[in-house]
């Protein structure tokens, strides 16, 4: 069984920065993409950012230049750094592995104003 865990989330101030952690179990992690998610109150879940298995990365256009996606196949964990946060930033954001279609739980990231 595949387990998918996020961390790091919180509360912080706009402007700050945050870095969430994306851990993996099992070696599915070293040939599967991933992807960042969230979703905020009363809002559809939106996809931010993916990283493939060979490293290539995008992230989607309301956190180019401010959000980086990464990953360490040593630890079975993808990363993504969070700087500049704004309010609308505020969503429980999600770790997924694409072969298979495995999600976290989430971990919320609340941005003050």
């Known amino acids: 069984q595949v387990h998918v865990k996020e961390s790091g989330g919180g509360l912080v101030q706009a402007g700050g920065s945050l870095s969430l952690s994306c851990a993996a179990s099992g070696s599915i992690f070293s040939t599967n993409s991933m992807e960042w998610y969230r979703q905020a109150p009363g809002k559809q879940r939106e996809w931010v950012a993916t990283?493939?298995?060979?490293?290539?990365?995008a992230v989607s256009d309301s956190v180019k230049g401010r959000f980086t996606i990464s990953r360490d196949a040593a630890k079975n964990t993808a990363y993504l750094q969070m700087n500049s946060l704004k309010a609308e930033d505020t969503a429980v954001y999600y770790c997924?592995?694409?072969?298979?279609?495995?999600w976290g739980q989430g971990t919320q990231v609340t941005v003050s104003s």
């Open positions: 990283i493939t298995r060979i490293g290539l990365t």
């Open positions: 997924r592995l694409i072969t298979g279609d495995y």
